[in-house]
């Protein structure tokens, strides 16, 4: 068995007989947003605030854009301390700490406790922001060139430039998705340090995430890849969305039956497969975080050695 299957075997041990529970704590995730769309569609309809103006893009009136904030703000305000105890519940299950349900409202209960894990999602969310910028550059770069181009020659790009640069924009847009995916690899241990250690601050639990997960984000992505099998319909009923756009109009509802099929079964599927990914992460986490702080200890002792051996006293702590 090689280490991957270890993972997701003493994964699936850990979740024996607990996975009804995990898949209520899944649900509860999902519950807030629900409630709160619901909320906003309410407001809407109230004080007649339409989501899209006439040319179908966002309204930006001042009416709908303070609801649309006050919205996201209350969405950001539940459900960042409730993904915060979810992490938690499934990082305590790998340890054999079978907490009840309720247990992913732990952050709910003290305000140190919800102002640090807001804090730390928060923190996450910014730093990816920022990454998401970054990377976003070259292509805004790349329209405004094409805007240029357009307004000084008034004639569109030869047909093999024209080729060309779209292939940049499409390469660049999927390597800026991986390099996203890494750069959120990157805070894969913080929620989970957080749960470790509940009395660290907000800098110390990224930073050390970020230590932890050093040379192991490679690791950390080809894991994630070994769970595809299990989101092949979801594959395939994005491919049946892609191909409606070249199918036959006399084939789309059988291209939509096949999408609708395809999306019953991954929800099906993702009954067992979202929790078993959940803890198999956690899992992992677990282990990256105790090889951490046992290479911090050696290093620790390393040192205090070296301070002796050159004839000074180790210092305390």
């Known amino acids: 068995m090689g280490f991957y299957g270890m993972l997701k075997a003493n994964a699936r041990r850990a979740m024996a007989g607990g996975w009804g529970k ?30 899209y103006d006439a040319s179908g893009q966002p309204s930006l009136a001042l009416a709908s854009t303070v609801v649309t904030l006050l919205m996201g703000a209350l969405v950001w305000a539940i459900l960042a301390p409730l993904r915060q105890g979810i ?9 054999a700490q079978k907490e009840p349900v309720t247990a992913v ?3 709910f209960e003290t305000p140190g406790a919800y102002g640090k894990a807001l804090g730390l999602q ?27 181009y357009l307004r000084r020659a008034g004639v569109a790009l030869p047909p093999f430039a024209g080729l060309l640069f779209s292939l940049l924009v499409w390469g660049w847009t999927v390597l800026a998705a991986i390099l996203l995916i890494f750069l959120a690899l990157r805070y894969q241990l913080a929620p989970y340090l957080l749960a470790e250690h509940p009395d ?31 989101f092949l319909p979801l594959l395939a009923a994005i491919g049946g969305m892609v191909a409606l756009q070249f199918v036959h109009p006399l084939y789309r509802g059988d291209v939509l039956a096949f999408v609708a099929v395809m999306a019953v079964i991954q929800l099906l599927i993702s009954l067992y497969a979202r929790p078993y990914w959940c803890i198999s992460f956690a899992m992992y986490g677990r ?18 050695t070296r301070e002796y051996e050159a004839g000074s006293e180790p210092s305390e702590g």
Request: net charge positive; glycine share 10%.
């Open 287 to 304: 282990y990256l975080i105790q090889r951490g702080e046992r290479e911090q200890a050696l290093q620790a002792g390393e040192d205090l």
């Open 200 to 230: 660290w601050k907000i800098r110390q639990t990224v930073r050390q995430g970020v230590r932890f997960s050093r040379g192991q984000r490679g690791g950390l992505f080809t894991f994630g890849l070994s769970f595809i099998g299990w």
């Open 105 to 107: 409202f732990h952050y």
């Open 22 to 51: 995990a898949v209520a704590v899944l649900v509860i995730g999902l519950v807030p947003v629900a409630l709160i769309r619901l909320l906003e569609q309410g407001l809407r309809m109230v004080f007649d605030l339409a989501f």
């Open 122 to 148: 928060l923190s996450i969310a910014v730093r990816m922001l920022l990454w998401g910028i970054l990377l976003a550059l070259p292509l805004g770069a790349a329209r405004w060139f094409w805007e240029f």
């Open 87 to 95: 992490s938690r519940w499934f990082y305590l299950r790998t340890a």
